[in-house]
């Protein structure tokens, strides 16, 4: 039979991106994640050499981690929204750094509002990226709150505190003038200062709160992406407050400590964030594994089973296609209805030439990478394929030997009707003819030669017809095997062998009619061939019950070498036995003899 | 003669029936089955019974087993057990537990008045009789042709007679012989054959037949 999959199953698994591809990548790596980083660093070093290399070089490597992991995020979730949205705060996280090695030329003050304006976005756009985690969409009308409330909050902020003075009068001593700035009073802007790192703080509390909710209250393959944004988030957040703390506890030179070890913890985010989205890329190789367990597992639960942990969704169900009652089928046989593709479920189906065979039903999130799930669903479909190809094949085996079962029972059935006709019928009528001819004969006296010669024809040409009727009747059915069953019929086909033949076992019971006749006519035929083929001096035969079946043996001392459809008798006593759900074995090393084993199932 | 007849074929019983009447025979009683058959039995012992080996209920070996309770329990009946086709272990589980006095013949066989009547007239005298075919196919085989063929024609003449349930006397008669040709015969077979001679007639063949089964 052949299988078209339309698509080849390899190219699913393997990477799809060419080379032809990979080349602009990586060129977009070195320039966006290792240049502007490096450029920052260098205009760094160089315009504020009072603050040393050690805190540029830590900023630069946290704002090139996001380009870097927005980049490979990206490239791997292109419909993702997380990769460019970790690009553009890298990009902000960038800007804002211009503000440390400005140079002290008023004329740069426009440059100035954009980077202070920056600061904002880079946090706008990291608590839009941990809200909508991992699909890049909010879910929950919550979710869609925050995610609008937070930027604009943070946007009307920022721009009010530019208006009212300005983050740079308050913190920054060698800043430059802002533009937009009305220079008030510089104790409000200081109180606006403060209220903008309160309302930051709750901002932060309230996407780390909504995350934790997010994350006890996600399926198992929602952690699996979570997990590492929790365990990245949870450290950015001890660290975060801890600064804040020691800003206001501790004198100057050891808050330094937290700022020594924030880089480290800032880097943690994007990684946590990359490493969460790619988990299930990651497995990816899990697909190859998939099918080649696939390919010695045939039960529907194991295949689901397989199935779950391939995708890390223990939710995973596979709905198989009933063509009878046009539904689909749980593992349990139960009908159930398809699921809408949706929020609740995410649901793939298994087609073949546009017929629908089967059905994935998963958790939405993995419609996140169709790539695996369409890998994983044509392996399983291959497998669901297999199955039902495997079960129709089992069913019509099962019809087919059912049906060579009703043959033989039907053919042993019109034998003994036959042999009971033969008996009840012609031969009795032959025998009366035969009575009735003697009875004429002796009236018509021993007077003509003639007639004499006629009836002495006759008569002879009586007992041919009887003696071929005996003869015919014995061959359909021997009438020993249903008179005296196995045991007589043995002795009776051993008296009647050409070879010699000793009986070493035979069974002293009844047996059911098919499996005495099949045991009959292997040893009869065995026998048959032991005379014609095996120039052998003695068979043996024994039949014996072990084990619920009826064993036939007959061995010889010929030649051996005989093939195991050497002419169709043995062909024959195959369909016999295998119709018995039976097997007949034919072992015969040249110059070792013969020895043919049957084994019928029997009670 | 009184004759008793048990066969479940009518037909065949009937046109036996004429026959042995026609042949001055007297027919004690038919019967369908073996219960009529000994029903029979109690009321009325005839010198010979002829019964078929297949009868009801199940047509297995009824008349092999209703020969032999016959033997054990009349042991002045003879019993000629008459069937469609030959087994050779018949005769010999016939011979073996019915004793002397039995005998074992194709049914067409006694269609012939002649061979009907010498049947029953050696069983009446207390011989056995085997019917010729049975020894015939025992011979007919190729597998033992080479001892066989140790014996000379005459001698394979007399083996086959003799496993009939021939008496030396009647083998004698057959072959035109003296009796002390025919004894010389017997006692060569059985050296030649490596069997122990047998001094009742149907050990004698049983001994010959079961040798002819087994070689």
Redesign the interface.
Known sequence: MHHDFGVPLPALIAHNHSTAMRKPFILALVVVAVCIPAMTFVSFVLNAPAVGPAIPLARSVIGGSYLLAGLVAWRARPNNRIGPLMLIAGFAWELTDFNLFYSGDPTDGFFFTLVVLAGPVFIATMAVVVLTFPTGRAETAIDRLLVVAIPMTLLVLQTALALVGGPGQVDCKTCPPDLVAARLDPGLALLATRAVQLITVIGAAAVVGRLGWRWSSASALGRRSLDPVVWSIGPIFVVGVSIRAGELLLPYPHHQLFFAISPLVFVALPLGLVIGLLRTRLDRTGVGRLVVELGDRGRPDELRDTLAKVLHDPSVELLEWSAQTKGFVNSEGQMIALPADGIDRGVTLLERDGQPIGAITHDPLLRDDPDLVRAVASAAQLAVENAQLAAELQQQLAEVEASRARIVTASDDERRRLGRDL??GA??????L???M??VQ?KAGNGDPDIRAAFDTADEQ??LA?REL?EL??GIRP??L???GLG?AL??LA??????VTIERQPQRRFEQPVEAAAYFVVSEALANVAKHAGASLATVAVWQEDGALLVEVRDDGVGGAAAVNGSGLRGLMDRVGALQGRLQVDSPPGKGTRLLAELPCR | MQIGLADDAALFREGLSRLLVESGFDVAFQAGDVDELMAALEARLPDAVILDIHMPPTYSNEGLLAAVQIREQYPGVAVLLLSQYLEAQYAVRLLETGGDMVGYLLKERVTDIDQLRDALQRLGHGSTVIDPQVVADLLRRRRNADTLMTLTEREREVLELMAEGRSNKAIEKTLFLGQKTVETHISNIFQKLELASEPDDHRRVLAVLSYLRTT
């Open positions: 008996h009840d031969q009795q009528r032959l025998l009366a035969s009575f009735a003697k009875a002796r009586l007992r009887l005996r009747a014995h009438p020993i249903t008179e005296g007589p002795e009776s008296e009647r062998s050409a070879v010699k």
